[in-house]
């Protein structure tokens, strides 16, 4: 497959927006940049899937995504779900 499909950008954004929601109480200072980053990324996301760039949307999503797996990554969050977040 040489494009990315509005179906297969939908299930990122929808997975990244999941993620984003399991650490709205999360107060450790450090993990709140790598969040903070990662809405950045994702409002991104949005706008350009919104212009109907979905090449740099699917980028913007993964970039967000990947803060996330970082905060997880480092321990700076507590992570109930391996689904949502990449950890080991």
Known sequence: MKEITEEKLNKYIKLTEKAIKELENVNNKDALILINMSKNYYKD??????????VNAF???????AF?????LLKLIKVKDNKLFMVD
């Open 59 to 65: 980028a913007a999503i993964n970039y967000a995504h």
């Open 45 to 54: 996301a949005l706008h350009f899937k919104e212009k109907n760039d979905f």
């Open 68 to 72: 996330l797996d970082s905060a997880a």
